[in-house]
């Protein structure tokens, strides 16, 4: 997930079609980890995210080729860019790891503590002014993820936290995302960030193969596992094309919300295919989650109309 900026003031048709992108863009973003659930039988996650970041350059190169804006980015900030796609491996690794033990539904619902990690570190870094309310919000937010996360430790272990270290290197990424976002076109910046990514993945493989590591040892997919890696690599590009057009046309006040309906969709898809449906005290944590994110972007909208200042939105 990456975060752009709205760009000026969308009118009703806009909004419309903005809204209309966005649910499609999270109605489908959990096939991404449906294909990565599906890969990781026999294919370890550090390749299933080196080919991930390969097919978001290679799916995006001709954009930014047709766009001109190929090297339109700032060089003076080249580290940032390589530690934005540094934070995206490690986003990726930890959740497509957790993948292998835990159902996609579970995963996905503790992984949205991210908007509250988001709140809490803009509130120390960037100095941003959070009131009680949020900061409640916040603590209601992670009781909930204790909810989903409780029961996920006694079934798999500690893997279950890594949903909430995936969710924090997001949140650090979408910190820097800001300093660098202003003046970057945002094509560019996912083509680099795709770059890096693939380029910090394939060192890893480099060492990783022949180690056995379950992680970082590569193998030859089969043709199944290569039909599943290709779905993960499509249904990412789609989701985040869409997410990106969607919050052209949409302010992200609008839009933010919708993508809690990401849950929804991952619980059907997951039902389809593994034939899983979370618990009661797993649907209680997921509610608890969900209504205190809707209750921070809700905040948060309030204090920014206030402000005069428009909120960095989220594309996936």
């Known amino acids: ?60 190169l001709p954009v930014v080729i047709a766009r001109g804006t190929l090297f339109d980015l700032t060089w003076r900030k080249t580290g940032l860019h390589a530690l934005r796609g540094a934070l995206l491996v490690a986003t990726m690794l930890s959740f497509i790891t957790t993948l292998k033990a835990m159902e996609v539904a579970d995963a996905i619902a503790i992984f949205f503590v991210e908007p509250i990690i988001l709140t809490i570190l803009g509130s120390i870094f960037l100095k941003e002014t959070i009131g009680w309310r949020r900061y409640t919000a916040c603590g209601v937010g992670f009781f909930g993820a204790m909810l989903v996360i409780q029961p996920s430790m006694q079934e798999v272990g500690l893997i279950a936290l890594l949903p909430v270290v995936s969710a924090f290197t997001l949140a650090v990424f979408l910190l820097v995302t800001r300093l660098v976002a202003q003046n970057e076109d945002p094509w560019s910046m996912q083509f680099h960030a795709g770059v890096w990514g693939a380029l910090f993945c394939a060192v890893m493989l480099y060492f990783g193969d022949g180690t056995g590591s379950a992680i970082f040892d590569p193998v030859m997919p089969d043709t199944k596992a290569m039909l599943y890696l290709l779905g993960v690599g499509v249904t990412a590009t789609i989701s985040g094309v869409l997410g990106v057009y969607a919050y052209r046309a949409a302010p992200a006040s609008v839009l933010a919300p919708l993508q809690y309906l990401e849950i929804v969709s991952a619980t059907i898809f997951g039902w389809l295919v593994f034939d899983h449906l979370p618990d009661a005290l797993k649907w209680l944590g997921i509610a608890i989650i969900i209504g205190s994110g809707l209750y921070i972007i809700w905040r948060e909208r309030r204090v920014n109309k206030t402000a005069g200042t428009a909120p960095v939105s989220p594309a996936i």
């Open 1 to 60: 997930m990456t975060y752009q900026k709205a760009v000026g003031i969308a009118g009703k048709d806009d909004v419309s079609l903005g809204l209309t992108l966005m649910v499609i863009a999270v109605l489908i973003s959990p096939l991404i980890d449906i294909f990565a659930k599906l890969a990781i039988t026999t294919i370890p996650s550090g390749e299933i995210t080196a080919v991930r970041f390969a097919l978001q350059v290679l799916f995006i």
